[in-house]
């Protein structure tokens, strides 16, 4: 935070963290001091910091990995500094975990790892909009049971970024439908879902991001686990 800073607010936001604090300097002093401290602790931004169209607001988003090894996830930064009536300056600061697709964890001792993309043009439900989705298929073999699959799972992904996902829940007000117990299980095909967000580098936005995870039998007491990320990237005139 900024030296002298007075913490007003702190709360957690589904999926983050949030604080709220204020300093006696203007706008600009604060922003000198965030555009050099990201830069020295390793922070990459990730979308540039702008003013609103009054002045009154500046917001910036950066991202932190770390490089001494591949982490399942990557600490994410929202900054925004914004000038008061009276001079003083307000900060809100929100950082969370989102998950890095990269590397998203696999069932110890999994074998025979593969991994498929592919594009794909779809209608989202209940408009007439199209987008293009980005699908990574990542499969593996193991011989581990359903239960020791589906609690490895369940319980380490919460801490990468993920969060369960009811698919099944109308989106009546358009958003994802984020639950706090997992909805499905290894047994159905369904699998289990989970939802994130991931930022998109070209148009400088985060995209929520699905994941579905199944498995099927084999010969020999294995069995095969495919997790499935579907990324929808953007709008599309649609198929022609």
């Known amino acids: 935070f900024y030296p002298g800073a007075a913490v007003i607010n702190k709360e957690p936001v589904p999926g983050e963290k949030k604080v709220l ?23 990459q931004v990730a979308i540039p910091g702008k003013w609103d169209t009054y002045g009154s607001s500046w917001d910036v988003s950066a991202l932190w990995t770390d490089p001494a090894q591949p982490l399942p ?23 969370s975990r989102d998950p890095n697709l990269d590397n998203v964890p696999l069932y110890p001792e999994a074998e025979q790892v593969q991994e498929e993309q592919e594009q794909i043009i779809e209608q989202l439900p209940f408009y007439s909009i199209h987008v293009t989705t980005t699908v990574i298929t ?35 007000e358009g958003g994802p439908r984020f639950v706090e117990q997992q909805p499905g299980n290894l047994s159905s095909p369904e699998g289990l879902s989970f939802a994130g967000a991931v930022l998109d580098p070209v148009e400088q936005v985060y995209r929520r991001v699905d994941l579905q995870i199944t498995t099927s039998d084999e010969n020999a007491g294995s069995r095969l686990v495919q997790l499935r990320f579907r990324l929808p990237l953007n709008r599309s005139p649609g198929p022609r």
Do not use: C
């Open 21 to 43: 604090y204020v300093v006696q300097v203007d706008a600009s002093d604060v922003i000198a001091f965030y555009k050099i401290s990201l830069s020295a602790g390793g922070w």
């Open 138 to 172: 990542k499969t593996y073999r193991t011989a581990a049971g359903l239960q020791e699959i589906e609690s490895f799972y369940n319980s380490s992904l919460l801490d990468h970024g993920w969060s369960f996902y009811d698919e099944s829940i109308p989106h009546d």
């Open 73 to 95: 996830w990557q600490l994410s930064l929202g900054l925004d500094v914004e000038r008061t009536m009276r001079g003083h300056t307000l900060v809100t600061v929100y950082y």
